[in-house]
Structure formats: C-alpha cells, structure tokens
C-alpha cells in the first residue's frame, strides 16, 4: 500500500511527525496489499492509520523493536475496536460521555479547545485513552523519559502540528498555550504520548484481565475485532505480523 507522509524531520532531536492532513489511503487499490486482522479486511482509512503508526510511531517508542511493535499492536488493536481508525483525524479526535437530560450517557464529539465535564469519561487522541486514567505528573514524567530535555510547549506545538493545524492558526497558539486539563488532553493526544501511556491499561485491563468493557459485540467495530478476549488476542497478533513487516 502507497500512503501518502510529510518527511519524518528532526527538530533539535523531536521526530516531526506527519500531519494527519497529509495521511490518506491509496487510490491504487489493485496494488495495495490487503491487512487483515481478526479475520476482517481493514478499511482503506485504517489501513492508513495503521501505516501511520508503523513509519511515524514505531520508530519514537521505547524500547527493543519487538518491545516496541507489541505495544503498537496492542495500542491499535485497542484503536481499532474503538472505531477510531475509521475517524477522519483520530489524532485529533475528543469525545466526552456527557449526562442527558433523559439520565442517559451519550459520547459527543468535542472541539479542539473544549473539556470534558469533571467525572465524565472523555477519550482523546489515535490512541484513544482517558484522559483521568493518568496524573498530569505521570504526563509529563513520560515526556521527559521519551524526550530529554524536551519542553511541554515544544509537545504541545508538535501535537497541534499532527493534528493538523498551522503554526500561525489560533487553534494551534491556544493549545500550545493551553493549561490544566486540556493541556493534559492534548499532551496524551501526541501520539507517542498516548501510546506510550495507554498501553499500560490495555495490558493491565483487557490482556492480563477480562474487563467486559475491552470486548463485545455492541459496535461493529468491536465485534470484529474484540468480540471476545480470545478474539482480541488474535486482532494483537495479525497486528504484531502487519508492523513487523511495515516498521523500520
């Protein structure tokens, strides 16, 4: 498959990541190869996606190769059951599980520069974690370990930047400026961040445990890739296979 990248650029040793705008699925699909994962044909968007976190986030994770292409497999695979490998722009992607006047939760979409409501379950970034599983502490500790001597505003511009917004546009100064929880909310949605972090629930919760939120059938999204752990375990497996073979 042709994907469609900015060039990877070190910025004072930061991976410049591509832009979400500059990622798309190929038009060529007599030569794309075909992923399948859980027994499923991805999507041509997330097959973008998943090409995506092979040439851009691999390669910044830490760890040895395989170390690093478990945690990208089980990331996406989490990703992926989610449904938002399928989003236009998962980079920027919020989503706030807000209380209806009928007593009932409802997942609504959030602008770049809103917050969720406190207590409420709000899910951002490619990697889709919530935002109150970690401390704003824990945050900043994994972006010194990835990155040294990396400033949290130089994490803040480099996560608008993939999101896709210009340096000069007033979304991207407001979230390069931003505080408190949204700055929480957009430092996990740089996707290193994010995967980094995350993936330490996965494990802990749908890998070494069974929560009954890691699986099921309510989605189509999830009934083909998490119908059942055992399930799961196969979608983290295809995806092991897939970035072994797409990663540096």
């Not at 896709?164 to 100064?173: E, V």
């Not at 430092?187 to 069974?210: A, E, M, Y």
Request: glycine share 6%.
């Amino acid at each position: 498959m042709k994907f469609i990248f900015a060039a990877l650029v070190l910025l004072n040793g930061l991976v410049a990541l591509p832009a979400a705008e500059t990622i798309s699925p190929s038009t060529e699909k007599k030569s794309a190869p075909t992923f399948v994962v859980n027994g499923h044909t991805l999507h041509a968007k997330e097959q973008a996606w998943v090409g995506f976190v092979a040439k851009a986030v691999i390669p910044q994770l830490k760890g040895t190769r395989p170390d690093r292409i478990k945690i990208a497999a089980e990331v996406s695979w989490w990703g992926l059951k989610e449904g938002l490998y399928k989003t236009p722009n998962p980079i920027a992607f919020s989503s706030c599980s807000k209380l209806q006047p009928d007593g009932k939760k409802k997942d609504v979409p959030l602008g770049p520069l809103a917050a969720c409501e406190t207590g409420r379950a709000w899910q951002v970034g490619i990697a889709a974690v919530q935002v109150g599983n970690f401390p704003a502490e824990k945050v900043s500790d994994t972006i010194k370990e990835l990155w040294p001597e990396k400033s949290i505003a130089e994490i803040l511009k480099e996560a608008a930047r993939i999101a896709g917004y210009k340096a000069n546009d007033p979304t991207s100064t407001a979230i390069a400026n931003s505080t408190g929880v949204l700055q929480k909310s957009w430092l996990l949605r740089h996707p290193v961040v994010g995967f980094t972090l995350v993936d330490k629930n996965i494990r802990n919760q749908c890998i070494n445990s069974s929560h009954d939120y890691c699986f099921g059938s309510r989605w189509p999204e999830t009934a083909a890739y998490a119908p059942t752990q055992q399930a799961a375990l196969k979608s983290i497996a295809d995806l092991e296979k897939i970035y072994d073979a797409l990663a540096p």
